[in-house]
């Protein structure tokens, strides 16, 4: 199914930040992006004076940081405030005595205290994991072991419900810092705060320094523990003033969860670094309670998800066309494929067109985007970050890039490979952590494999295909499971869908789909046969064999269809890692 190209005025592309793609692409050199943020005075770069202290001794000083909406009322908390705020919280791990290095977690909602653990953890030169806030007791554990946390912020609730019953099991964790009473084994933040100065010099850390651990979202199996380093910062701001068009006066609400990559790349430093306003809502996904943010908080560069954008679709346009929305200038989306329907919805129903973003917690920030200023293929990833050097590579029998002596081809247009980035961009992960032998099979010569399959076209515009892992052999072809989603999703009734490869013993594997339907839609054998008919008109040979009904597909917390899950469930195996899934609504 052909979607049309959309196309950008001359007056939108001279307006955005990132006006001439062409040129930055070929000019554009880390070095120069360094320049844009000024380091810490006397030597050293920490994530935390970029996004703080700049605004705070300068022009954005009494701007708005941070507004955060909760039930009790909205908190507006400026750059000024946050200095204050996140050095006493430096000073509090120094008097603790955590050392530099060490890791401290957050187990936290979406709140004032959140930004502070992190920022506050970045400024003392300690490093900054962060703990879904719905993770169950065994993940949280998991995590925190791994990562060797020293210290943990949290509720007396989320501490008595998910870390008392493993406490025994983390010897390690020296203190527990809790934002209320205190339970036994806790103390109150609150009153460690109150002894503490609210002066702490930045800590000097090197580029090189580890900053952020992050878990990745374990949509293909266990996660897996990135470690980033502060010198990402460069590659958080440059992106989010490229690919977001984000400027000093923007209002800016990123959706993410803080406790995933998105919500600390984008949610909380790159933001501040442009001295923008974050809007911080710590309720769940409401479709008219997001439709008032975006109204009420007169968001400008909205940053959401897949997953949140079909949920608004099923609402229909007419919600949407309650709430003045003019405040609006750019949406992107990220963390999954972003079916062409929600790209070209957003331009009817919220006045501006989706633009998709690809990157993973080991790149740390956006590597592919469609820019502001650039025409969007609907169901495209986009184009290279200039700076980033990206390429399909030709595949192996197994599916993964093929790797002869260390060197590794690249495909032809509109091939299908495997996508990979040259190694030295910034925001590069920098290891697995306690696993050395895995981050090494992650690359190949100077090329980062990503484990994502795609394909990119004549004109440099990258298509995502699927998760190598989850890419279905069917009678030969080599069927990635999106392109049989999105071109499923184009039926009238169907709200979401899952599609995996199931076992056959003519053609190697058959493609199911498991299909989510939008509200008044039954389940039928009537409306089966419809959408079978339907994705062979519009597939042919890749088209499902068979499809099943399923309201309730599984999602990871971070918003993804776990596939793997999926085909675990039908074909009665194992289901693995599920720490990361998203409990049944
Ligand atoms: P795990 O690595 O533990 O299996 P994960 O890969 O889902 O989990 P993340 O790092 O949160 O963990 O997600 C990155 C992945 O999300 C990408 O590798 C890609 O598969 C998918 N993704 C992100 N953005 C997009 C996009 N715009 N289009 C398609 N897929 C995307
Ligand atoms: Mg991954």
Redesign the pocket.
Known sequence: MGWDLITKTPAQRAAANLSDYPRMRETFDWAQARTRLSGVPGGGLNIAYEAVDRHATGPRGDATALRCLSATGTTDVTYQDLLRLTSRFASLLDTLGVRPGERVFSLLGRGVELYVTALGTLRHGSVYSPLFAAFGPDPVRERIARGDGAVLVTTPELYERKVAPVREQLPGMRHVLVLGDPPPGTVSLADELARCPDRFDVAPTRARDMALLHF?????????GAVHVHEAVVAHHVTAAWALDLRPDDVFWCTADPG???GTSYGIIAPLTHGATVVVDAAEFDAKRWYANLADQHVSVWYTAPTALRMLMRHGADLADQYDLSALRHIA??????NPEAVVWGAQALGHPIH???????TGAIM?SNFPAVDIRPGA?GLPMPGVDVAVLRRGDDGRARVEGGEVTVAAADEVGELAVRRGWPSMFRGYLHDDERYARCFAGAWYL???LARSDRDGYYW?VG?ADDVIKSAGHLIGP?EVESALMAHPAVAEVGVIGKPDPVAGELVKAFVTLKPGHEASDELRLDLLAFGRRNLGGVAPKEISFDQHLPH?R?G?VMRRLLRARELGLDEGDTS?LEAPV
Do not use: C, H, Y
């Open positions: 990745t979202s374990g949509t293909t199996g266990a996660p897996k995933w990559v998105t989306s990220v963390g999954e494929p972003l998709d973003n690809w990157w993973q917690t080991e592919i990833m990503t484990g994502d995502f998760r999106f990871t971070s993804k990361t």
